[in-house]
Nanobody
């Protein structure tokens, strides 16, 4: 059973930074991809950044140059460094694991419960 637990969310002013973490436990296949998604009230879940087991990364245009995804394989922890935050980044942020490097949230098998990010 795979468990993903996000942390690091909070409230920050416009232009500030936050670093989200996602601790993974359980039997996660070595070739799984990990991703960060966000969802604001009334909106669809949106893919932000994803990383494959070989280190290949992919970013949505909305976060390119501001967010950085990384993975500490030794600690089974996924990170999202978020800089120059904007009010429109306000959302619940989720990490996910799945077999494909994809923006489609339906392709991810495992999800955390999320951590709230509020930018004002």
């Amino acid at each position: 059973h795979v468990q993903l637990v996000e942390s690091g969310g909070g409230s920050v002013q416009t232009g500030g930074s936050l670093r989200l973490s996602c601790a993974a436990s359980g039997r996660l296949s070595y070739n799984y991809c990990m991703g960060w998604f966000c969802q604001a009230p009334g909106k669809e879940r949106e893919g932000l950044a994803a990383i494959a087991s070989d280190g290949t990364t992919s970013y949505a245009d909305s976060v390119k140059g501001r967010f950085t995804i990384s993975m500490d394989n030794a600690k089974n922890t996924l990170f999202l460094q978020m800089n120059r935050l904007k009010p429109e980044d306000t959302a619940m942020y989720y990490c996910a694991a799945g077999p494909l490097l994809s923006w489609d949230y339906k392709s991810y098998n495992y999800w955390g419960r999320g951590t709230q990010v509020t930018v004002s």
